[in-house]
């Protein structure tokens, strides 16, 4: 059985910094990709940013210049560097992952509980 843990979100002040962090744990034989969503209240789920085994990075348009996506494959783990912080950030950041479980042919998406954020102006 595979899951995903998040930490570190919380309330903060607008132009602040927070640092999210997930690890996957469970019988993982590959990992294609690990990231962050967020969902906003009565807005649809968006992307934040993620990385591909390859190294590639994806971030969502909105927080561009400010966050910043990395991983420490040795350890499952991602890590989300939110600096800036606006009050549009505000929601539930929720750690994803492609995973491909041990003796399982394909991956497939996992996600974390989630973990709120809330910036105040």
């Known amino acids: 059985q595979v899951s995903l843990v998040e930490s570190g979100g919380g309330f903060v002040q607008a132009g602040e910094s927070l640092r999210l962090s997930c690890t996957a744990s469970?019988?993982?034989?590959?990992?294609?990709?690990m990231g962050w969503y967020r969902q906003a209240p009565g807005k649809q789920r968006e992307l934040v940013g993620n990385?591909?085994?390859?190294?590639?990075?994806n971030y969502g348009d909105p927080v561009k210049g400010r966050f910043t996506v990395s991983r420490d494959n040795a350890k499952n783990s991602v890590f989300l560097e939110m600096n800036s912080l606006k009050p549009e950030d505000t929601g539930v950041y929720y750690c994803?992952?492609?995973?491909?479980?041990?003796?399982w042919g394909t991956g497939d998406d996992y996600w974390g509980q989630g973990t709120q954020v809330t910036v105040s102006s």
């Open positions: 994803a992952a492609e995973i491909t479980p041990t003796g």
């Open positions: 469970g019988s993982i034989a590959r990992i294609n990709f």
């Open positions: 990385v591909f085994s390859d190294g590639t990075i």
